[in-house]
């Protein structure tokens, strides 16, 4: 009996929420034609001046950063014009999706919490076009940002060289809200790359250290306390070392001797680096007799 109520108060609802908007109707279809007739206006306007733009830039990232601040302007643009159309005869939709509410907040969950995570993005900057980047599971540098998703080219880890698999990686924008994200190339453009040598513990280790130091000298990159890339790092976030130079740090570790180098390096170049340093390590080391490595 209970159920059969229930079923005839749905039906009840169904059909005053349906009466509701027919009536209204005859009052929306005027502003239905004007919304699509904007919507093509704005469209066409806006694909002239994204055409025309494009013609004078010649950086790809810049014209993707271009294209995508006019769509932004001109959608907000749309949504200002449109408001006061439709503002006063929301109140018959609202009635009429009012009912459906609940099920459309749970069946499209993910397109909001995508939307949401977009809006996040695109407000809070933690990454932008060019970065690398690693969210959850996924490494890459970011291509392109869109309202439910971003694009990055995927890259391996560090421990794995960190070069490009070619591979193009969707990511949902809502990622954004359940996983860490790590940017290497951001408000902190350089990262601390450490090579380690392990060398037998009979073997001259102090010779092995001078080597690696004077490598360090010769080959890695000076950065100077007023690179611009540590000047915006102390700004924004109050990041500052004080020791900015190679180094060469000592121990042990199961019974062998560990010789790390520790170094700032881009992050988009410290595949090519550390191949560069270990060739001249390995050159190097091999002419020395008491230096064994492990």
Do not use: C
């Not at 469209?43 to 494009?54: E, Q």
């Not at 970065?131 to 970011?142: E, F, K, P, S, T």
């Not at 190339?185 to 073997?203: C, H, P, Q, R, T």
């Amino acid at each position: 009996m209970q159920d059969v109520y229930s079923k005839r108060t749905f039906i009840d609802l169904w059909d005053q929420s349906v009466t509701k908007l027919w009536d209204a109707l005859p009052e929306l279809l005027p502003k239905i034609i004007y919304t699509i007739i904007l919507l093509v206006i704005i469209g066409f306007i806006r694909s002239l001046i994204i055409k025309v733009a494009l013609k004078k830039i010649h950086d790809s990232v810049s014209r993707l950063q271009w294209q995508r601040t006019v769509s932004y302007i001109f959608t907000f643009l749309m949504f200002i014009i449109l408001m006061p159309v439709w503002l006063p005869s929301l109140q018959s939709v609202t009635a009429f999706l009012g009912f459906f509410g609940a099920g459309v907040l749970i069946v499209f969950k993910e397109v909001l919490l995508n939307l949401a995570g977009w809006v996040f993005i695109i407000s809070r900057r933690p990454f932008v076009p060019g970065n690398r980047i690693q969210l959850g599971d996924a490494i890459g540098d970011v291509l392109d940002q869109r309202i439910m998703a971003f694009s990055m080219i995927e890259v391996k880890s560090r421990e794995e060289g960190g070069q490009s698999t070619g591979r193009i990686v969707h990511v949902p924008n809502s990622k954004v809200f359940t996983d860490l994200i790590h940017n290497a190339s951001k408000d902190f453009a350089l990262n601390w790359n450490e090579i380690y040598l392990f060398i037998d513990i009979k073997s001259n280790w102090q010779k092995a250290a001078d080597i690696l130091e004077n490598i360090a000298e010769n080959i890695i990159e000076k950065v100077s306390p007023n690179d611009k890339r540590l000047r915006q790092a102390e700004e924004l976030l109050a990041i500052k070392y004080k020791k900015l130079n190679p180094s060469v740090y000592v121990d042990i570790i199961e019974g062998k001797v560990r010789l790390t180098l520790r170094h700032l390096t881009d992050p988009m170049q410290t595949r090519f680096i550390t191949d560069k340093i270990w060739r001249i390590i390995l050159n190097d080391i091999s002419e020395e007799k008491d230096i064994v490595i492990l």
